[in-house]
């Protein structure tokens, strides 16, 4: 009788242990702004993220250049990982311009562990080449890779 009640604990404890998450090294959040509307029927997440991009920009053709696709690179090196100068690099493809690939690189000194990078691929960059089509974010730490994201299409 006593063992049935440690049951629902141990089930509880099972449930809890597999919400817990692990700390990632490297995680990529895309947003694409198509245009500029914030109408009340969007999400609100949405419409404020929105906001935010369109924040300053007064003009309708002001507006118009911050239209495109936005990328934040959250990253966060493991501890166990060797010293050296850190680096990410978000390499992308768009629609017009097939298979050439464009990086954008950003750099850390070896003394930050983790930060935050946005790549924005908007205006006469978004207007005259298309929308991204494809995409690779790698985090790098003395010349290694410690982690790597890509998109579905990057090949």
Not at 64 to 80: C, E, M, S, V
């Amino acid at each position: 009788m006593a063992g049935m009640n440690r049951w629902p604990l141990l089930l509880l404890l099972l449930v809890l242990g597999a919400c817990a998450s692990t700390k990632q090294p490297l995680v990529v959040k895309q947003f694409r702004m198509l245009n500029q509307q914030t109408d009340a029927v969007e999400d609100p997440m949405v419409r404020g993220e929105k906001q935010r991009r369109l924040y300053g920009a007064v003009s309708m053709a002001e507006r118009a250049t911050r239209l495109g696709a936005y990328y934040t690179i959250l990253w966060d090196i493991p501890p166990a990982t060797p010293a050296g100068e850190v680096e990410v690099l978000f390499e992308f493809q768009q629609g017009a311009t097939a298979s050439l690939v464009k990086r954008l690189v950003k750099r850390f000194p070896a003394s930050q562990t983790s930060g935050k990078v946005d790549c924005a691929i908007i205006g006469k960059d978004y207007l005259k080449n298309g929308r991204v089509l494809a995409w690779q974010a790698t985090l790098m730490r003395g010349g290694r890779v410690v982690a790597r994201k890509k998109s579905l299409l990057w090949q």
